[in-house]
């Protein structure tokens, strides 16, 4: 390693210097790469086909492909798809098929962010790893199954990355504080168990956020008389800033159960004080907010559709706002929800259509709903606006015509609620 590439290093955030080097090192989602899981065992014995890694940030997709590729005999190329193209693609790909066909050697594309890959660029690597030149390892915070295109998700395998636990990232902490080579080991760093608690729950499963506010932490507070730096939980708020709760963990879970619940019950001093209670313990109030816009539709619902709309309008008020005026429009959204009528007829129809979805194996499109419908079949697509606006067709897969999902309540605006698909029988 020479000078320039030892500074790099050296100055490089925690973050990158603490990265795991191999299997045995890396943290967390141990249900993708556990040990004998199929990844673990695909990884060792360097038979890894095309797959793309899909989860939050901070949860180990681009360490974990790192990994890989240090384990591999193969070839590396690594491209961002913010900042490449076709042509780096094709680059790519002229060389892959070079090594492949000369040396039987493949590559490996890691491609950060390949959700910004637009079709053409995806298109552009198909029939490389068709050809098993190519072998693509995409890392994306978005779900490939929406962002990127149906051809190149077909020919990989997904793997959903979790947010880390918070022990996960206690232990992650401890390592860096005590590696004397990568981490802060040097500098005599005393954390303490409070500020460990602190920057595992602020950190929300994100490890990068984690280690990178442990390291200004670090930089920033002054040597004591014993020559440590010791990094409490006040310190720990400052670096990551995120106010510790004033309360513990199963207090702050049961208040915002509290919350939840008085919005069922229609209570909206309750929810109101809960909501408000949360907030001075230092709950993120978006977390509320959030909260508020599930109950809107599984409480509300049909029976009151403005709920959700006032509740999205609160969340996307407090993002740009901040407290304290945010917090008038989530007041605003909070009593509307709670003096709505209420129905769970979204949530019970969701329930149903999702377990079906699950367990119906035979769900072929009818010939008369498809793109492109086959001949010699006489069932032609009725258009509704032809017919006054409805017509009765079949809809539903073969075997769940008759299913009726959603059932209107009696409350609000569902009341008196006629359904199409029942009064045509």
């Known amino acids: 390693m020479d ?4 500074n790099t290093v050296k100055n490089a955030p925690l973050y990158e210097r603490m990265r795991p080097n191999t299997l045995e090192e890396f943290i967390g989602q141990e249900h993708v790469v556990g040990k004998n899981s199929l990844l673990w065992r695909a990884i060792k014995s360097d038979m890894l086909g095309s797959c793309i890694f899909w989860g939050p940030p901070g949860t180990g997709k681009t360490t974990l492909a790192n990994i890989i590729t240090k384990s591999t005999g193969s070839n590396f190329v690594k491209l961002n798809a913010v900042s490449s ?3 780096d693609a094709k680059k790519v790909i002229d060389t892959a098929r070079t090594d492949f066909q000369l040396y039987g050697r493949k590559t490996y594309l ?6 910004r890959w637009s079709k053409a660029q995806s298109d552009s690597v198909l029939a490389a790893i068709e050809e098993g030149c190519i072998i693509f390892i995409g890392s994306t915070t978005e779900n490939p199954y929406m962002s990127m295109t149906p051809a190149i998700v077909s020919r990989c395998r997904i793997f959903e990355f979790k947010p880390l636990t ?3 990232i206690i232990s992650a902490l401890e390592r860096a504080v005590s590696d004397a ?3 802060l080991g040097k500098m005599n760093v005393v954390l303490t168990d409070e500020a460990k608690q602190h920057y595992a729950w602020a950190s929300a499963g994100d490890l990068r956020k984690a280690l990178d506010a442990l390291e200004l932490g670090a930089k920033t507070t002054p040597i004591d008389k014993d020559g440590k730096i010791v990094i409490d939980k006040t310190v720990a708020e400052q670096s990551i800033q995120v106010r510790a709760l004033s309360v513990d963990e199963n207090i702050y879970y049961d208040m915002l159960s509290a919350f939840c619940k008085s919005l069922r019950g229609s209570d909206a001093e309750a929810a109101l004080f809960w909501s408000n209670r949360l907030i001075e313990a230092g709950c993120d109030p978006l977390i509320i907010a959030r909260r508020l816009i599930a109950h809107s539709s599984e409480d509300v619902g049909m029976a009151d559709s403005n709920a959700l709309l006032l509740a999205t309008c609160a969340l996307i008020s407090l993002k740009n706002l901040g407290l304290p005026e945010g917090n008038l429009a989530l007041s605003h959204a909070i009593i509307y929800t709670c003096e709505a009528p209420k129905s769970n007829s979204v949530v019970v129809a969701m329930n149903m259509a999702q377990n079906d979805a ?5 769900d072929a499109v009818p010939n008369h709903l498809k793109n492109h419908p086959t001949q010699g079949n006489t069932q032609k697509y009725k258009y509704p606006h032809d017919f006054g ?10 075997g769940l015509e008759d299913r009726v999902y959603y059932k209107p309540s009696n409350n609000g605006r569902e009341k008196g609620l006629v359904r199409k698909k029942v009064w045509k029988k």
């Open 3 to 6: 000078l320039f590439t030892q």
């Open 85 to 87: 193209g076709v042509g």
């Open 110 to 115: 890691l491609l950060d962010e390949c959700h």
């Open 166 to 168: 918070e022990q996960n």
């Open 181 to 183: 080579e990568k981490g």
């Open 358 to 362: 699950k367990n119906t194996h035979n």
């Open 389 to 398: 606006g409805y017509v009765y067709q079949q809809y539903m897969p073969k």
